[in-house]
């Protein structure tokens, strides 16, 4: 068991649905990340969280969007997605933004029908 | 442009074998050089990192060997078990502000009893 907890483990939406993804890490950790992985593919970055602001966002579309409540806590809101969107969902954390490694959850497996 | 490049795609290994996998990397930036072990329905779990000052790290039977002058790193796994059956990815941080993790396609190794 990793200690990235992320919840829901499955998720099926339609197109018009909104819904949001959670990751939770107390490790005291201070740098947040959401990836996405395709089938057979390496995570991609998403978005970074650093000390609760958002610092890296690597031109995700805004049907994608991250809020980081607090130090412990990282959402990811979905709304308009679209059949493409559907993968895995990985987030990950540091203990600050410039010192590794990165540890991840099991991830979000979100399917958009 | 991929910025790790990692091979090969996949490997058969017979039981108590080697298991060897490559990367290599053009950006001298890149400061940590971690490999995470995948498997399905999972999220990528560390499994041992080097920096660049350092030419071999062994941790029991994986060990990460790193040319700094060819830019290159490779993971060594000495007598593989079919539960080392995975996905390996070797990975490069750039640590500029925050951490910025690039990570190879991806070996899919198969160990046969």
């Known amino acids: 068991d990793t200690e990235v907890t992320q919840t829901p483990k499955h998720l099926v939406m339609g197109m018009t649905n909104k819904k949001s993804l959670k990751c939770e890490q107390h490790m005291g950790h201070r740098a947040m990340y959401w990836y996405k992985q395709k089938a057979k593919k390496p995570p991609e970055l998403m978005f970074v969280?650093?000390?609760?602001?958002?610092?890296i966002n690597e031109s995700v579309p805004s049907r994608f969007s991250p809020e980081c409540p607090n130090s412990s806590l990282l959402n990811l809101h979905l709304h308009a997605l679209q059949p493409e969107d559907s993968a895995l969902y990985l987030c990950?954390?540091?203990?600050?933004?410039?010192?590794?490694?990165?540890?991840f959850g099991n991830g979000t497996r979100l399917t958009v029908t | 442009q991929q910025q790790v490049k990692q091979s090969p795609q996949s490997l058969i290994v017979q039981k108590g074998g080697i298991s060897i996998i490559n990367c290599a990397y053009e950006?001298?930036?890149?400061?940590?050089f971690p490999w995470y072990q995948q498997f399905p329905g999972k999220g990528p779990a560390l499994l041992i990192a080097?920096?660049?000052?350092?030419s071999e790290k062994k941790e029991g039977r994986f060990t990460i060997s790193f040319n700094k002058s060819a830019k290159q790193f490779s993971l060594h796994i000495m007598d593989s078990q079919p539960g080392d059956s995975a996905t390996y990815f070797c990975?490069?941080?750039?640590?500029?502000?925050?951490?910025?993790?690039?990570f190879g396609t991806g070996t899919r190794l198969t160990v046969i009893p």
């Open positions: 990975a490069a941080l750039l640590q500029t502000g925050a951490n910025n993790l690039f």
């Open positions: 950006n001298t930036a890149f400061d940590y």
């Open positions: 990950a954390s540091s203990q600050s933004p410039d010192r590794a490694p990165l540890h």
């Open positions: 080097i920096r660049p000052d350092v």
């Open positions: 969280y650093s000390y609760e602001k958002l610092s």
